[in-house]
């Protein structure tokens, strides 16, 4: 039954970057119109991700990038962006897949999005799978601790608490 449900979470997924997209191609075409400035927020170690070694060493895992006023060659695809930037006074290239966003902000307009990636579901089903496990060594010894007072009590009462299927 599961096999059938809609997923809404890659539904609006889906949707958020296409509005990160369409506002960098927007800005390949345009320009930065007014204030607007964006912070970029990406996992360095996704696949696809094209950086400078140096730079790859120096953020293991996320980098923020600005774009506001010294940005070139900037070239939106369907699943990735192309964009020069200055570091350290050096023009270095960056190819970044729109699934490897961790967030998007334009401070000019407070408007920001966070993007759910897989290291976070990852995390999620982590954390999840430990409470559930910390949980059941909890039960189990709130069970043996039961099935001990009740024998020390009554010792020729068997309960069979420790042994019921859990779910």
Known sequence: MTDNIIKYDEMVQN??????????????????????????????THPGVIM????????????????????????????????????NRNKEHLKIPFDALL???????????????EVDE?????????TEETANVAAKDDDEAATDEASEEKDNIVTLDAFRNKK
């Open 122 to 130: 990852t995390a999620e089903e982590i954390e999840e799978e430990a």
């Open 52 to 87: 400078p070694p140096y730079l790859r060493e120096r953020y293991e895992d996320d980098m923020t990038i600005v774009l506001q006023n010294q940005f070139w060659d900037l070239n939106v695809e369907e699943d990735f962006f192309e964009i020069s930037l200055s570091f």
């Open 15 to 44: 949707a958020l970057i296409g509005v990160v997209r369409d506002i960098l191609t927007d800005t390949e075409k345009l320009g930065l119109p007014g204030e607007h400035h964006f912070y970029i927020t990406f996992q360095t």
């Open 103 to 117: 967030g998007f902000f334009d401070p000019s307009v407070d408007f920001g999005l966070h993007f759910n990636t």
